[in-house]
């Protein structure tokens, strides 16, 4: 068997001729003609599976999931499946996805989607209402999607096909009690979680499916097969593995699994649909494939968390001189009251602040505490002195410290108490090394009435909001109090 000594970047192009599309669309149309619904999310475009169910007499029910038959295209050992071995799945990134094989072949030629015809490895299997399994096949076929259907539009399905949304909806609770993740409750009754939304219903069903479709080849490879690829994982704190015997699958509780249903995505699923094709191998190139695989789906990770910190730093670098280039006509000394508060807040804690940006909006809040013209919310100071920041917390002190402001003596001895002097870098990392907050900082918390979860050395989200809540009355207070006053004059 191949196996790459050198395997391609995620960022590498794969090459795209390896068949030739006219012959292999012959051939689909001498399989088994199948139809069904593919249920994804509105951004996939390499859509790999399909699912549908059918109620019959006698409480039965005809369950089928088909998936793209990438073999269908892909010529073993060609320069495009040895590519494809060599990336071993699709990396998703932040903006972008690079496709284990081509994307031209990966959202059109291979893809399940509407309106078009495509070779596709079905699964069969007839069960009964009380979670028998009394037939089941595997065998290529041709699938017609029946239409488009999105999660978070699966509703939309009772009106155009009510029967095929209900035994959806019906079966895949059979299903679940069939690969045992639902269990009977005290009334009797078999319950899927209750309370779903539309959105999580759907994925459920799919997943349903998924789960059903490969466990169930699982054991008929085990049943029918000299080499299988099974998905094994011995505890819950261990990472899965491929392997060529079955242990089990701690996280899933299954005896059997393997990974059968998304071939456009993972190159193990390409290696057990051509097991089930009947391509042969020795359980020793099995066994070398599980192994390199094992190996390159933590390298691939490895490359996807680089790749992505990467771009999250080149991204961020654009962010900074774009805001930087916009905020240079912003003037923090000539805005109004209102215009100060509301930059104030939205800008102290980012990253998208130069440092002499920060530096003007710092020395326009010092002219507003030593001017007499306009008198900001000294919840905004309260504010800013909760923060991390030793520049917005020596502001703060500044504020409290002067007579005219100490009318809430409580607030302002505390405030003093804890910044004795001008606070300074050194007086930060002192204070803030065993990363607890002081105990007159708590003191000024609770005279807010702000609820501290935990005593951590930043103040939450939830914290901060109450924080902004205060600012903001107190400033449409202020506004309808300078509206009183342009009145009686």
């Not at 771009?311 to 215009?339: C, G, P, S, V």
Request: proline content about 2%; some cysteine; hydrophobic content about 35%.
């Amino acid at each position: 068997m191949y196996l790459p000594s050198k395997a391609p970047s995620i960022t590498s192009s794969p090459p795209f001729k390896d068949r030739n599309i006219d012959s292999s669309e012959k051939e689909i149309f001498e399989r088994k003609a199948v139809t069904g619904i593919a249920i994804d999310s509105r951004y996939t475009r390499d859509k790999d599976d399909a699912i549908y169910a059918e109620k019959l007499e006698n409480g039965t029910w005809k369950l089928q999931v088909h998936i793209a038959d990438v073999n269908s295209y892909l010529t073993e050992w060609s320069n495009l499946d040895k590519y494809a071995l060599g990336r071993s799945c699709t990396a998703y990134m932040e903006e972008y996805t690079n496709h284990m094989i081509c994307e031209e072949l990966a959202t059109d030629v291979l893809s399940l989607n509407p309106n078009t015809t495509k070779a596709t490895l079905s699964y069969e299997a007839t069960v009964h209402d009380s979670w028998i399994i009394l037939q089941e096949d595997v065998y290529r076929s041709s699938f017609t999607s029946l239409t488009e259907c999105y999660y978070d539009d699966f509703d939309w399905l009772k009106d155009s096909f009510p029967d095929l949304h209900e035994a959806l909806k019906n079966s895949s609770i059979v299903i679940r009690k069939i690969i045992g993740n639902v269990h009977e409750h005290d009334d009797g009754m078999v319950h899927n979680e209750p309370y779903y939304s539309h959105h999580q219903w759907s994925q459920k069903i799919v997943e349903s499916f998924m789960l059903f479709a490969n466990t169930q080849i699982a054991k008929h490879l085990q049943a029918n097969f000299d080499v299988r690829i099974f998905r094994n994982q011995l505890t819950l704190w261990a990472p899965a593995e491929y392997n060529g015997v079955t242990q089990w699958h701690a996280s899933l509780w299954f005896d059997y699994y393997t990974h059968f249903t998304s071939p456009i995505r993972r190159y193990v699923d390409i290696m057990v649909h051509r097991i089930l094709h009947g391509y042969t191998y020795g359980q020793k190139e099995i066994e070398e494939f599980c192994e390199y695989i094992n190996r390159r789906v933590q390298e691939v990770k490895y490359e996807i968390r680089k790749k992505s910190y990467e771009d999250k730093y080149i991204r961020k670098k654009r962010q900074l001189k774009a805001a930087n280039k916009e905020n240079r006509e912003i003037q923090f000394e000539h805005m109004t009251r209102k215009e100060l508060i509301f930059h104030t807040l939205e800008f102290w804690h980012s990253d998208l602040l130069s440092k002499w940006r920060k530096n003007r909006l710092i020395h326009a809040l010092e002219l507003c505490i030593s001017s007499r013209e306009f008198e900001l919310p000294r919840e905004l100071f309260l504010y800013l002195f909760l923060t991390w920041d030793a520049s917005y917390k020596s502001l703060a002190y500044k504020y409290f410290s002067q007579e005219k402001r100490n009318n809430d003596v409580d607030i302002a001895n505390s405030i003093l108490e804890v910044c004795d002097k001008e606070v300074d870098e050194s007086w930060y990392i002192g204070i803030y090394s065993d990363k607890f907050h002081s105990e007159p900082e708590l003191r000024i918390a609770c005279l807010y009435n702000i609820h501290w979860a935990k005593r951590e050395y930043y103040i939450s989200r939830q914290e901060k909001m109450i924080l902004v809540e205060q600012i903001m009355r107190e400033e449409v207070i202020f506004e309808r109090e300078a509206i009183r006053k342009k009145l009686e004059l």
